[in-house]
T-cell receptor, first 113, second 111 residues
Framework: GAGVSQSPSNKVTEKGKDVELRCDPI?????LYWYRQSLGQGLEFLIY????????KSGLPSDRFSAERTGGSVSTLTIQRTQQEDSAVYLC???????????FGPGTRLLVL | KQEVTQIPAALSVPEGENLVLNCSFT??????LQWFRQDPGKGLTSLLL?????REQTSGRLNASLDKSSGRSTLYIAASQPGDSATYLC??????????FGSGTRLLVRP
């Protein structure tokens, strides 16, 4: 596609349930990033993937959060046993390679009740 | 730990004015600096990227400068228009290639 796409655009879940968020990067981009934007917290880095290298997971807030990138393209961010504080907009971005201009998707708005 | 600060937090100007948004960062060891625009309920749109070795970048009515030694960047918007109303975010790429964001400047351009 022409840009980064994310699905679903909105997700409402109950506390304790698991959720999966999907990101389709720009074709050919080797680097993929996940960020979270919370009210009062601003934008924070979660994880990035670069090619076949081990991902940088240093921003993941707890072991309930995990992400994978299959075939060097699509990525899934999984949150297990969701908590109300996980409510936020989850943004995905990709770049041609690490350190280059990042292009963002529209985000997934997650609400945990 | 890298911290990015943006001043002012909000700005309201009449259409046609030139304006400057400010960004400062605490650690000068950056890979590059990006300015983004975010419209309500939308993702981020990259406006300009300045490599650490560069001093400025221009795109249309936008000009961004970088003074790495003093930890400052400015985004200059010429002849502002109502369509420029949005939140502007500054972000530095640190040495481990993570983007560290400021909290943004919310701009309103009044017709």
């Amino acid at each position: 596609g022409a840009g980064v796409s994310q699905s679903p655009s909105n997700k409402v879940t109950e506390k304790g349930k698991d959720v999966e968020l999907r990101c389709d990067p720009i074709s050919g981009h080797t680097a993929l990033y996940w960020y979270r934007q919370s009210l009062g917290q601003g934008l924070e880095f979660l994880i990035y993937f670069q090619g076949n290298s081990a991902p940088d997971k240093s921003g993941l807030p707890s072991d309930r959060f995990s992400a994978e990138r299959t075939g060097g393209s699509v990525s899934t961010l999984t949150i297990q046993r969701t908590q109300q504080e996980d409510s936020a907009v989850y943004l995905c971005a990709s770049s041609s390679t690490i350190g280059e201009t990042q292009y963002f998707g529209p985000g997934t708005r997650l609400l945990v009740l | 730990k890298q911290e990015v600060t943006q001043i002012p937090a909000a700005l309201s100007v009449p259409e046609g004015e030139n304006l400057v948004l400010n960004c400062s960062f605490t650690d000068s060891a950056i890979y590059n600096l990006q300015w983004f625009r975010q419209d309500p309920g939308k993702g981020l749109t990259s406006l300009l990227l300045i490599q650490s070795s560069q001093r400025e970048q221009t795109s249309g009515r936008l000009n961004a400068s970088l003074d790495k030694s003093s930890g400052r960047s400015t985004l200059y918007i010429a002849a502002s228009q109502p369509g420029d109303s949005a939140t502007y975010l500054c972000a530095v790429t640190d040495s481990s290639y993570k983007l560290i964001f400021g909290s943004g400047t919310r701009l309103l351009v009044r017709p």
